[in-house]
């Protein structure tokens, strides 16, 4: 595997349902991001983590919960959704050594994901 | 308010028929610039970087521009595997936290 890799690529889950996405980088970065890219908007930053640290959460309602555990993966934790959060959630990652934060973002695929 | 528009939403162009993509900021203390390319159901697949006023970059038909206010992703002569949406994001290198603009959808037409 090379780059930016996203599991699964398509999710459908009823509103009560928990669902994970998992993200791995290949990279060697040491900074990862969730993004969210529905219709019509520009995609949103939701968390960054650096060094596993999270160093930023985008005022992200609790029903999305991402973990680190460490640099080369990430996931987000999914329960109660609901119908608006359907959207592309895409994962990033670069490498920021020097916290800048001017580093070049690498994404993955992205996960699709239907909330019914 | 800090923001980036991108212009025009859409862009039809023949095969081979030049033209520019814009997009313009107004944004205090941008630390870069950044294109994206991004197919339909695809992650963004980076472009360039531009950190400063009157740097260029040039990869194949794309060639990017920055000025103070605003940078442009001209196309020469496009094919149609150039079609896709292109975006533009910028950061105050605050966290990484990039601001993405709702890009352009480019159509080539053979």
């Known amino acids: 595997e090379t780059g930016v890799t996203q599991t699964p690529r398509h999710l459908v889950m009823g509103m009560t349902n928990k669902k994970s996405l998992k993200c791995e980088q290949h990279l060697g970065h040491n900074a990862m991001y969730w993004y969210k890219q529905s219709a019509k908007k520009p995609l949103e930053l939701m968390f960054v983590?650096?060094?596993?640290?999270?160093?930023e959460n985008n005022s992200v309602p609790s029903r999305f919960s991402p973990e680190c555990p460490n640099s080369s993966h990430l996931f987000l934790h999914l329960h109660t959704l609901q119908p608006e959060d359907s959207a592309l959630y895409l994962c990033a990652s670069s490498q920021d050594d020097s916290g800048s934060g001017t580093d070049t973002q690498y994404f993955g695929p992205g996960t699709r994901l239907t909330v019914l | 308010e800090d923001q980036v528009t991108q212009s025009p939403e859409a862009l039809r162009l023949q095969e081979g028929e030049s033209s520019s993509l814009n997009c313009s900021y107004t944004?205090?203390?941008?630390?870069?610039l950044f294109w994206y390319r991004q197919d339909p159901g695809k992650g963004p697949e980076f472009l360039f970087t531009l950190y400063s006023a009157g740097e260029e970059k040039e990869k194949e038909r794309l060639k990017a521009t920055l000025t103070k206010k605003e940078s442009f992703l001209h196309i020469t002569a496009p094919k149609p595997e150039d079609s896709a949406t292109y975006l533009c994001a910028w950061t105050r290198g605050s966290q990484g936290n990039l601001i993405f603009g709702k890009g352009t959808k480019l159509s080539v037409k053979p």
């Open positions: 983590y650096n060094f596993k640290e999270q160093t």
């Open positions: 944004v205090s203390g941008l630390r870069g």
